[in-house]
């Protein structure tokens, strides 16, 4: 499907855009010293159980990339706090701040429209929700329950 192969695309400029192209390092280095604020620090921070951050990456190849990018990146910066679990610090502020920025930049607009891109996730074609609800419906009737 083209929406698919087109999705496959975009994800792969946005990874590509922070690893490849480092550019949203400045961005996560003022984070991490302390120079800019985030909310996504501050919800980490707080330790709030109902905060749960999107994945926005479909591709494990892309969030495996991301991820050892900033991993390899953070242990070169010196923070302004300390980090006790590195993984879920990477996932829950450095994953939504780097690709949040990289929306911005790729696209064009402001930090509040990529968040808003960010939280609302990838864009699905039509034609890909109506062969997932077919796929789904078919299950359903095989094991009995429609």
């Not at 087109?6 to 400029?13: Q, S, Y």
């Not at 946005?14 to 550019?23: N, P, S």
């Not at 996560?28 to 909310?39: A, F, V």
């Not at 034609?127 to 609800?133: L, Q």
Request: aromatic share 10%; no cysteine.
């Amino acid at each position: 499907m083209q929406a698919v192969s087109d999705r496959v695309a975009d994800e792969k400029m946005l990874v590509d855009f922070i690893v490849e192209a480092q550019g949203s390092q400045q961005h996560l280095s003022r984070i991490l010293r302390g120079n800019e604020p985030s909310k996504w620090l501050d919800r980490f921070q707080e330790k709030s159980s109902s905060f749960r951050v999107p994945v926005y990456l479909e591709s494990e190849e892309q969030q495996d990339a991301l991820f050892s990018y900033i991993e390899r990146f953070l242990r070169t910066v010196q923070t302004a706090f300390p980090i006790r679990d590195r993984v879920q610090f990477i996932l829950d502020v450095l994953f939504p701040e780097s690709i949040i920025h990289a929306l911005a930049a790729l696209q064009g607009v402001s930090g509040q429209e990529a968040e808003d891109l960010f939280l609302g996730g990838p864009e699905y074609n039509i034609s890909e929700v109506e062969e997932f609800n077919r796929k789904i419906g078919q299950q359903l009737k095989k094991e009995g329950m429609l």
